[in-house]
């Protein structure tokens, strides 16, 4: 579990790596490279949504894509009509917290149980994605942008300079700028998991009847929490948005919302760091894969989840480090023999 920060190694080292990136990845990679890498930046972003209202304050979402696409949908538009898209990535991240909250209070309050959350939550993507489907006619327009139904929305800006429009971001710089937010996301997670306030959401996840009677509003505080994470998706969706330059109804699906499961689950629930090693390894595989025609992706990532689920519930790397600490702890007594 992470939880302090001083004393913990790992932290350090993903800081360490996310900086060496950050700086050295632009000259190193080509163009196709710092394309890929940056998409495995964003859905980082992404999976961190999820990593941390399920893992610090359990939260079981499955509807983490409904997040995801409305941030990429709220930044589109607001980009195309306000020729900038310095205050629209903003409001992919407002918006999305705005409505988390809205949906985590009649959730919390109304005190549905875990089972229909994730019903409620999953349900409320695939009503965006019906909704963003019928939208291809033109009269489904908010200013200049047109939602385009299944089609799309193209065209959508590229980053800018904040408060130069015309200052638009190259391939390097816009990773640059995705791998310095997946940084200062991950410090900021982390300090707020070892404040006062995550320690109280550490809390409510083992035992929530023994955190109400502390005197935690244990509702008020998991809507915080669902909060953050739909704001987190969000602008995870905005980033999808610009780096594409283009979003359609896709961003809403099931699919989006099992791959932040799968990733959480391989990484391990309860960590930040084991989700985004995930990302990065079984988009790399899933990538391969595709290239040699082997399988179907929804197939691998169904049969991962299902070997998840069924053998390793603690996370694939989890348990992968358990059985290399277990290892190591025998191996002085097996060379004394």
Same mark, same amino acid.
């Given at each position: 579990?992470? @939880?302090?920060?001083?004393?913990?190694?790992?932290?350090?080292?993903?800081?360490?790596?996310?900086?060496a990136?950050?700086?050295?990845?632009?000259?190193?990679?080509?163009?196709?490279?710092?394309m890929?890498?940056?998409?495995?930046?964003?859905?980082?972003?992404? *999976?961190? #949504?999820?990593?941390?209202?399920?893992?610090?304050? /359990? !939260?079981?979402?499955?509807?983490?894509?409904?997040?995801?696409?409305?941030?990429?949908?709220?930044?589109s538009?607001? #980009? !195309?009509?306000?020729?900038?898209?310095?205050?629209?990535?903003?409001?992919? &991240? /407002?918006?999305?917290?705005?409505? +988390?909250?809205?949906?985590?209070?009649?959730?919390?309050?109304?005190?549905?149980?875990?089972?229909?959350?994730?019903?409620?939550?999953?349900?409320?993507?695939? %009503? &965006?994605?019906?909704?963003?489907?019928?939208?291809?006619? =033109?009269?489904?327009?908010?200013?200049?942008?047109?939602?385009?139904?299944?089609?799309?929305?193209? #065209?959508?800006? *590229?980053?800018?300079?904040? +408060?130069?429009?015309?200052?638009?971001?190259?391939?390097?710089?816009?990773?640059? *700028?995705?791998?310095?937010i997946?940084?200062?996301?991950?410090?900021?997670?982390?300090?707020? %998991?070892?404040?006062?306030?995550?320690?109280?959401?550490?809390?409510?996840?083992?035992?929530?009847?023994?955190?109400?009677?502390?005197?935690?509003?244990?509702?008020?505080?998991?809507? %915080?929490v669902?909060? !953050?994470?739909?704001? !987190?998706?969000?602008?995870?969706?905005?980033?999808?948005? @610009?780096?594409?330059?283009?979003?359609? =109804?896709?961003?809403?699906?099931?699919?989006?919302?099992?791959?932040a499961?799968?990733?959480?689950?391989?990484g +391990?629930?309860?960590?930040?760091?084991?989700?985004?090693?995930?990302?990065?390894v079984?988009?790399?595989?899933?990538?391969?894969?595709?290239?040699?025609?082997?399988?179907?992706?929804? &197939?691998?990532?169904?049969? %991962?989840?299902?070997?998840?689920?069924?053998?390793?519930?603690? +996370?694939?790397? =989890?348990?992968l480090?358990?059985?290399?600490?277990?290892?190591?702890?025998?191996? =002085?007594?097996?060379?004394?023999?």
């Amino acid at each position: 579990m992470e @939880t302090s920060l001083h004393r913990d190694a790992g932290f350090w080292v993903m800081i360490a790596i996310g900086l060496a990136l950050l700086v050295a990845g632009p000259l190193v990679w080509d163009l196709f490279q710092i394309m890929q890498i940056t998409q495995y930046v964003v859905l980082s972003v992404y *999976v961190l #949504s999820l990593s941390y209202i399920w893992g610090f304050g /359990g !939260i079981l979402s499955f509807g983490q894509a409904a997040f995801f696409g409305l941030g990429a949908y709220t930044f589109s538009v607001a #980009s !195309i009509n306000m020729g900038e898209t310095t205050f629209p990535f903003l409001l992919a &991240f /407002g918006l999305p917290a705005l409505f +988390g909250a809205a949906l985590g209070y009649f959730m919390f309050y109304g005190k549905l149980s875990d089972v229909y959350m994730g019903v409620v939550t999953m349900v409320v993507t695939l %009503i &965006f994605w019906k909704l963003i489907n019928h939208t291809a006619g =033109p009269e489904y327009a908010i200013g200049d942008a047109r939602l385009g139904g299944f089609n799309g929305i193209p #065209s959508v800006p *590229v980053l800018n300079v904040p +408060g130069k429009p015309e200052a638009w971001l190259d391939p390097g710089q816009m990773f640059q *700028v995705f791998m310095a937010i997946l940084v200062i996301l991950y410090i900021v997670l982390r300090t707020l %998991i070892a404040s006062d306030f995550g320690r109280v959401s550490l809390g409510i996840r083992e035992n929530e009847t023994r955190a109400a009677l502390l005197g935690y509003d244990v509702r008020r505080h998991k809507v %915080i929490v669902f909060a !953050i994470g739909a704001g !987190i998706a969000g602008m995870a969706g905005g980033m999808w948005a @610009t780096y594409q330059t283009f979003v359609d =109804p896709n961003v809403f699906s099931l699919e989006m919302s099992a791959k932040a499961l799968i990733w959480t689950m391989a990484g +391990g629930v309860g960590t930040l760091a084991g989700p985004i090693i995930a990302v990065v390894v079984l988009q790399y595989l899933s990538l391969k894969l595709g290239e040699m025609h082997v399988l179907n992706n929804n &197939f691998i990532l169904g049969g %991962i989840m299902m070997v998840l689920v069924l053998l390793v519930p603690k +996370g694939g790397l =989890p348990t992968l480090r358990d059985a290399l600490v277990a290892l190591k702890a025998r191996t =002085p007594a097996a060379l004394q023999r």
